[in-house]
């Protein structure tokens, strides 16, 4: 090998070496979460609006008493706080001992991105839809220095404004799922389902775009939605629909997939749009489809059953949920949790364990599911 390869060589490995050091030593410093979504991410949202949601044994594995999230446990986004040193985010909707100096969860459950057709109490679906979310963030926003303003009593409720707070924060998203079951619910077909998604992908990107341009945010994080044809609140209401390998209903897996490939092609398009962002894509489907497919090699069981639940081959039924009683044969049955959570993927039905939720934050922290492919502790660097 002549000495000029060799130059150029050496030349090449140290550019790349610098590069990696650069990257490699940079880590984000957020000082704050705004969270918008639904049910996967929801820390009280849904259950302060209408307190009766949740009952025992919610909450049971972690906080020990129903604790505002649809799970025995923690959530995803929880461990994403704790992983920046951050506090549980508060629910925008929870007014008892709320603060808000380290972000605000936007979320509830049975959250959509477009307006439902019905909402609750009238039907399935939160009210407190991706836009008004969005208006929700707008509201803690804008008076917050005026709220600052009326002394000490009242600014440690709110946001710190100095040093570019709402700039510096991680605007995460976990929201899409809902506005696929409410045409699954609606018995569209899967072609109708996916004729539906551009305007679902398209309120999404319009709400996207308020939050960048009103937050000063450069920081997004962005999950796209998990296999529903593997939740027992669908394969149980679902029987006759085609299996795959894991024993998920199929055209609803499929459903999900051509959302989060519209979405991902709407995050690509995003970037181009704001060069200055830093919008990472989470492939949180396939992490939770692991879930399914080889439960085993994971240290999980019967990921199909429900923890918590009761009748047939699922442990679900639509007519009685997690923590309610029904009666059989003139008895009346308490709808309890299963004897082990810390081994189960899912809880009710249609949310996951808290032992589901860590596996899951532990596989996409990594950087090694998210496109770029850059670790959660580095979702400020722009790619």
Known sequence: M??????FQFVIYLSCSCVLS?????????????????????????ASAFPAFLTPPYGETYFREPFGRFSDGRLVIDFIAQSYGLPYLSAYL??????????????????????????????????????????QFVRLKSPSQAIRNRGKKHAKL???????????????????????????????SLQQIKASVPDIISHFTTNFKNIYNISGGRSFWIHNTGPMGCLPYITASFPS???????????????AQHFNYMLKQAVLQLRKDFPSAAITYVDIYSVKYSLFKDPHKYGFELPLVACCGYGGKY????????????????????????????VRVNWDGIHYTEAANKFIFDKISTGSFSDPPLPLNRACIRS
């Open 2 to 7: 002549d000495t000029t390869k060799i130059l």
């Open 22 to 46: 650069v990257f490699g030593s940079k880590e984000c410093n957020f000082p704050a979460i705004f969270n918008f979504g639904d049910s996967n991410s929801d820390t009280g949202g849904l």
């Open 94 to 135: 929870d007014s008892q001992e709320t603060t808000f100096k380290h972000g605000a969860n936007f979320a509830t459950a049975a959250s959509t991105i477009r307006l439902p057709k019905q909402v609750i109490p009238n039907g399935g679906f939160s009210p407190f839809y991706l836009d008004v979310q969005y208006t």
């Open 158 to 188: 709110v946001p710190q404004l100095q040093g570019g707070y709402f700039k510096e924060a991680l605007y995460t998203f976990d929201i899409g799922q809902n506005d696929i079951g409410e045409g699954i619910f609606a018995n569209m």
């Open 241 to 255: 629909a085609e299996r795959d390998e894991a024993g998920c209903a199929k055209p609803y897996n499929e459903a």
């Open 315 to 342: 442990n679900y039924s639509s007519s009685v949920g997690c923590g309610g009683t029904i009666t059989v044969n003139g008895s009346q049955i308490y709808v309890g949790s299963c004897e082990r959570p810390s």
